[in-house]
């Protein structure tokens, strides 16, 4: 039973391109989390969602990002016109349900602006 | 302000020598709480998790926490640790069972022969 998997891995963008990353959670869970972990910082919420649902997204920055989780495919947390500030690691987690238990982390994407 | 501290950035341990991280957290009522760990460049792996009931929780790789409602305290602990264990660990909080986790700053464990 594969984990979740997030790719890719590491990311590297110039000033002013977009960066997609993606999140396939594990096989049964329908509930997707985004978190950003910044240099000497820890883990900060981004974004909560369910299929085709955003349920909570009072951690995104207002401009430039973008969360969505399709009826079909990974979810994608994007991010338009990258900034150094946006440098960091982003990791998706899943859970089977919001109130069920734990949740259960990718890998992270390292995210590095020139 | 509703918060997660761990007191303890940075701790050194021997090999073999018992461990304890401290996790405080400052909600209205007892949220739902977990350790993850995180190894140098990987994502979080789950050590356990507390929802209700037995206020002592096992978890993988020989972990343990325990609850104490009265100190609003989730410490973990290890009574035996091992070189593979170095790591840095988070508490985290789950305030409203939301899935919505607010972590701790996180503690840097190095283990020394």
């Known amino acids: 039973n594969a984990g979740v998997m997030q790719n890719p891995r590491h990311l590297v963008r110039r000033r002013g391109q977009e960066a997609r990353l993606r999140c396939s959670p594990m096989k049964g869970h329908s509930h997707v989390y985004w978190y950003r972990q910044l240099p000497e910082e820890g883990l900060k919420f981004m974004v909560y969602l369910q299929k085709e649902n955003i349920i909570d997204e009072s951690g995104m920055p207002k401009e430039r990002f973008s969360a969505e989780f399709p009826k079909e495919g990974p979810s994608i947390l994007r991010i338009q016109q990258v900034v150094r500030g946006d440098s960091a690691a982003y990791f998706c987690?899943?859970?089977?349900?919001?109130?069920?238990?734990?949740?259960?982390f990718g890998p992270g994407t390292r995210l590095l602006v020139l | 302000a509703q918060s997660v501290t761990q007191p303890d950035i940075h701790i050194t341990v021997s090999e073999g020598a018992s461990l304890e991280l401290r996790c405080n957290y400052s909600y209205g009522a007892t949220p739902y709480l977990f350790w993850y760990v995180q190894s140098p460049g990987q994502g979080l792996q789950l050590l356990l998790k507390?929802?209700?009931?037995?206020?002592l929780v096992q978890g993988i790789k020989g972990f343990e926490a325990e609850f104490k409602r009265s100190q609003s305290s989730f410490n973990l602990r290890k009574p035996s640790v091992h070189w593979s264990d170095a790591a840095e660990y988070f508490c985290a909080v789950d305030p409203d069972s939301w899935g919505k986790l607010q972590f701790g700053a996180g503690t840097q464990v190095v283990v020394t022969p």
């Open positions: 507390y929802f209700s009931g037995d206020t």
């Open positions: 987690a899943s859970s089977p349900g919001s109130s069920v238990g734990a949740q259960y």
